[in-house]
């Protein structure tokens, strides 16, 4: 295995690779997603990505945020060689829904919102609700994990030069 | 920020080793011996260790208190002493036209100076209580993962200083690179190594 600190800054693009494929899948062949997981879950671009472009000497970060924000200038980054480093998502199980960012360097999850959980109103009441946000932290990062897992499978594989850059050039030209 | 809160931001780390038997006695020991130290009455400006998660300011780990379920949660704590600097000046300057009058000089020597200066942050010390940080942890000790409820650098890095010093075992934060190795054989790994970045513009 490589030095920790070397391997943090080397492989920082696979995590940008990442969520950038992750983006396109969400609005292009979101069933993927479902399949991975096995369960009837739905992703959903939330109010807030962060890009940067590297490909010249100079590093520029376009951040799109707003509610009901187009996500048409981020396309537009992505055609000049931007790619996504942050993201906002919402990730919906029928009632329930989780909503955080994910960066794309550290694979951290930032400002996580669970669904809704029952209030403590006595000590006895704090060892249930720590066990309750736990199964629900678990479960968003269960699935997280999950596709973070289909991904370097695919981005080490042929599959990723023949089939899924093509598909994503197709995705930014249209 | 706390595993209960609404808003929460969470580090994942992969802890490499494991205790010595008996586990938990060994883990009551390590935890109590490192546990945060009340800096209010005493003139240190900051102070870390581990502490209770259901009353992180009286830290015990009697009686298995940390063990939930089929986890270890416990918080760490940063306690700081912020002095506002123009708090120690308005000390010094005070301090130093008091001694000049004293001692009927015009000047004071360099090392006088600084011994007066360190005096009046020791002092400011003693009164200004500590600013408490207090982050929870959640060990999964049987699949060696920890969960640190923080993304801030200062936290992170002073949380894998802390726990190595206390434990005397390693944590390995995930980031891109060590999440795929938990799922890549070594052929893959290998593919993994080689990887460059793609371009996905015409």
Known sequence: MLDISVAYNRYKFVGYEFLTWLWYVIEHDPAQLNHVIKENIIFTIGNRIKLQNAVHDAVETITIKGDDAGLEEGVLALKKGALVTEIHLRVTEAE??????????????????????????????????????FFLHEKIMGWVDAVYVFFIKIRISPEW??????????WIQQ | MGLLSSNVSITRYQVLGQLTDPLMDNLTRLLTQNA???????????????????????????????????????????????????????????????????????????????????????????????????????????????????????????????????????????????????????????????????????
């Open chain 1, 161 to 170: 030069n023949d089939k899924v850059i093509p598909q994503i050039k197709k």
């Open chain 1, 96 to 133: 329930n829904e989780w909503q955080f960012t994910m960066k794309g360097e550290s694979l951290n999850i930032c400002n996580l919102r669970l669904p809704e959980t029952g209030q403590i109103e006595n000590k006895d009441d704090k060892e249930g609700a720590v066990l309750e946000k």
């Open chain 2, 36 to 202: 945060i130290v009340e800096i209010d009455d005493e003139d240190m400006d900051q102070s870390a260790g581990w502490t209770s998660f259901e009353d992180p300011f009286t830290p015990d780990f009697t009686g298995s208190t940390f063990v939930m379920g089929s986890q270890f949660i416990f918080s760490f704590r940063m306690d700081k002493k912020a002095i506002p600097s123009k708090v120690v000046n308005k000390r010094y300057r005070q301090t130093i036209t008091k001694r000049l009058k004293e001692c009927g000089k015009d000047f004071l020597a360099r090392n006088e100076k600084k011994q007066i200066k360190e005096d009046v942050i020791r002092e400011l010390s003693l009164r200004i209580p500590a600013t408490p940080n207090v982050y929870d942890v959640l060990w999964n000790y049987e699949k060696k993962s920890l969960w640190f409820f923080s993304t801030q650098k200062t936290a992170n890095e002073a949380l894998e200083i802390f726990f190595t010093k206390s434990f005397k075992l390693n944590l390995v934060r995930r980031f891109p690179y060590t999440a795929a190795l938990e799922s890549l054989t070594n052929f893959e790994e290998d593919m993994l190594n080689r990887l460059t970045p793609s371009h996905f513009m015409e």
